[in-house]
Structures are given as structure tokens and as C-alpha cells.
């Protein structure tokens, strides 16, 4: 609730019952069932999953114009209505990666390419292709903030997977890396891919990006918005492949 208990609370732990496990589990389910448990999605979600850096990235507005603030405050709404749903539905945790559904009005649906949802009002929305668009990593919320303004990031979503799902924070860079990744003036733009792939060249950096790197890719079909895309910023088309340190594809 993000507050004090009230009386039942302070009542009952007074008299020691909340060490009864049935008593402690009636008491969860009330305070889930009370509308104030929706602070426990804003404040634990909003910091686990980072949906609150969402207000302050700012993706630049001539290559994304249709990112504005009534986008941003829409994709904010689905990762709240998405997360709630789990909790108070009781849901399998599993929910989270794999779900088949999402929470979408108008605005957001016709962003994603789902067809069929119309006004402003969210709603539960079966997604037409659980491969592209099911669960949390699919998210707008999710995929801006790990992106740059002008470009997508599989560095900071490789970390964010890492440090967020996996709890396997990756160390620090070392110091005097070049993290910008830019093309040498007056060459033709290189794809992400192949940008990173010099960067790993450096034995230093290899030991961390070669199990950053592969998460990353597995989301660069999303464009910084969230859109879906097949081609890169530099127009080279999407390889989203990738294989992980242990070998797996």
C-alpha cells in the first residue's frame, strides 16, 4: 500500500497472528483486494522493470515524430494494467515473458500493427502474433527506455536482461572505452551488428559483450518506439539472431 498498516494490521501483529501462515495469507489477499494494493505496481514494478525512466527519454523527433507524450503515458498505462494483471489475477510469473496478451487502446494498437481496437478505453487484447508481440519484452515502455534517442541498443537491453531478469549484473566497462559505436567519418553506416563485432575485437570488452551482445540482438526487430522493423537505422536488414556464451541459440 505504501503506507502504514491500518487497525486489522496493527492489531494483528500485535498479537503475533501474522506469524500464523493462514492469518498472513488472508491478510495478503485483502490488502491485494484493496484498491490501494495498485502502489505496489506503480512503486515495485515502476523501479524493477525501470517503467519509470520512461519520463525522462525523449527519442528524437524527427526520425520517431509519432512518439509523443500521449504515447509515452499510453505505454506506461499497458505495462501498469499488464503487471496488475498478474498480481491480482494470481497469474504464473511466467506471465511476464510469455504471455499471449496485452493491455491496449487505440493509439498503442495501431503503433504495434494490431488491428481491431478502437478509442481511447484500454482493454485485455489477445495479440494475432504471440511470437512478435507477447510479453513484457515486446513492451514500448521496456524497449525505450533502453534505447537511445536516435537508435536502438543491444548493449543496454542485453543489461537490462542481465541485471533485471537473469540477476546476473554484468562488471563495469573498463576505463577509456568508446561506447559510442559510431561510424568513422566518411564511411558508409556499418550495421549494429557489425559495429559491436569491432568493438569485441578488444579483449577487454569481449569478456563482457560476448554474453551482453547476443541478449541485445534477440530485440533489434524493435525499433527505439517499440515499432517492429526489418531493417537498421543504416538500412541493413535485421539479424536478430544470437547464441549465448553456453552455446544456446
Known amino acids: 500500500w505504501s503506507s502504514i498498516p491500518d487497525n486489522e494490521l496493527l492489531t494483528l501483529a500485535s498479537q503475533n497472528k501474522l506469524r500464523d501462515p493462514k492469518t498472513l495469507d488472508a491478510q495478503v489477499k485483502r490488502m491485494l483486494a484493496d484498491p490501494k494494493s495498485q502502489a505496489f505496481v506503480k512503486n515495485f514494478f515502476g523501479q524493477w522493470l525501470q517503467i519509470r525512466g520512461l519520463h525522462g527519454m525523449s527519442p528524437e523527433p524527427k526520425l520517431f515524430p509519432d512518439f509523443d507524450d500521449n504515447l509515452r503515458n499510453a505505454f506506461e498505462t499497458e505495462a501498469e494494467m499488464f503487471t496488475s494483471a498478474i498480481v491480482h489475477e494470481d497469474r504464473s510469473l511466467t506471465d511476464l515473458l510469455n504471455a499471449d496478451y496485452t493491455f491496449l487502446n487505440e493509439r498503442v494498437a495501431k503503433h504495434y500493427g494490431i488491428p481491431g481496437v478502437y478509442g481511447s478505453r484500454f482493454r485485455k487484447v489477445t495479440v494475432p502474433d504471440h511470437n512478435q508481440r507477447g510479453g513484457l519484452l515486446a513492451h514500448g ?22 541485471n533485471n531478469i537473469f540477476g546476473t549484473p554484468p562488471p563495469a566497462p573498463p576505463p577509456g572505452v568508446n561506447a559510442t559505436l559510431e561510424t568513422k ?52 536488414p535485421i539479424d536478430a539472431a544470437g547464441q549465448t556464451a553456453g552455446g544456446t541459440k
Open 141 to 162: 515502455s521496456l524497449l525505450v527506455t533502453t534505447s537511445y534517442p536516435d537508435r536502438t541498443s543491444p548493449v543496454l537491453r542485453g543489461k537490462w536482461l542481465l
Open 185 to 236: 567519418p566518411g564511411t558508409l553506416p556499418t550495421s549494429m551488428r557489425e559495429r559491436l563485432a569491432q568493438h569485441r575485437t578488444s579483449p577487454s570488452c569481449n569478456s563482457c559483450h560476448v554474453v551482453i551482445d547476443p541478449l541485445g540482438f534477440a530485440l533489434e526487430n524493435f525499433d527505439v518506439i517499440g515499432g517492429w522493423r526489418t531493417q537498421d537505422e543504416a538500412g541493413k
